[in-house]
T-cell receptor, first 113, second 113 residues
Framework: DVKVTQSSRYLVKRTGEKVFLECVQDMDHENMFWYRQDPGLGLRLIYFSYDVKMKEKGDIPEGYSVSREKKERFSLILESASTNQTSMYLC????????????FGPGTRLTVL | DAKTTQPPSMDCAEGRAANLPCNHSTISGNEYVYWYRQIHSQGPQYIIHGLKNNETNEMASLIITEDRKSSTLILPHATLRDTAVYYCIPRKYSGGGADGLTFGKGTHLIIQP
């Protein structure tokens, strides 16, 4: 069974802390994505990666960075967390050249106090 | 990307067919129609997609009108586990697979026992 896992389901951090969100997929997918989902705003793309060490900005990259050192792992970094980054964070992966289907992890609900 | 209009909520009796409409009157010729759903507290799940022909898979059927301005997702025999928010997403697909998704507000489908 295909799987995308995220390091935490719930996370509480303080303003100014550095936050790491980890995502691992076991499907050998080339593409990986980080989204945030907020009530009333829907799903928004933060960053994506189409290969190891490659990254592209999505629609809302400000305040975030990413790292992809291995094909199966894609990390989202909040350099200095702020309260407006309180959100549900979703990781997804897809195969290059496939039908566009993305496989999502269960999400991390991050609260920044 | 084209904008979509979906009813905010719908009810359907268990065992009946659930028909979820989506209006995407500004869809362009190279945009596919993708459907995803999100069960409470889970990540989104791909259901089906199509360009202009009707499509069917093990989960659902997709009916796209001839002018492509609207589509209907059909769950043939709805179960309680189909209670979820359903998203209709017109989306260009470049073939590489590294295209982000943008969800709107979707339709909250509630299956009644």
């Amino acid at each position: 069974d295909v799987k995308v896992t995220q390091s935490s389901r719930y996370l509480v951090k303080r303003t100014g802390e550095k936050v790491f969100l980890e995502c691992v997929q076991d499907m050998d997918h080339e593409n990986m994505f980080w989204y945030r989902q907020d009530p009333g705003l829907g799903l928004r793309l933060i960053y994506f990666s189409y290969d190891v060490k490659m990254k592209e900005k999505g629609d809302i990259p400000e305040g975030y960075s990413v790292s992809r050192e291995k094909k199966e792992r894609f990390s989202l970094i909040l350099e200095s967390a702020s309260t407006n980054q309180t959100s549900m964070y979703l990781c997804a992966s897809s195969v290059a050249g496939g039908n566009g289907e993305q496989f999502f992890g269960p999400g991390t609900r991050l609260t920044v106090l | 990307d084209a904008k979509t209009t979906q009813p905010p909520s719908m009810d359907c009796a268990e065992g009946r067919a659930a028909n979820l409409p989506c209006n995407h009157s500004t869809i362009s010729g190279n945009e596919y129609v993708y459907w995803y759903r999100q069960i409470h507290s889970q990540g989104p799940q791909y259901i089906i997609h199509g360009l202009k022909n009707n499509e069917t898979n093990e989960m659902a059927s997709l009916i796209i009108t001839e002018d492509r301005k609207s589509s209907t997702l059909i769950l043939p025999h709805a179960t309680l586990r189909d209670t979820a928010v359903y998203y209709c997403i017109p989306r260009k697909y470049s073939g590489g697979g590294a295209d982000g998704l943008t969800f709107g507000k979707g339709t909250h489908l509630i299956i009644q026992p």
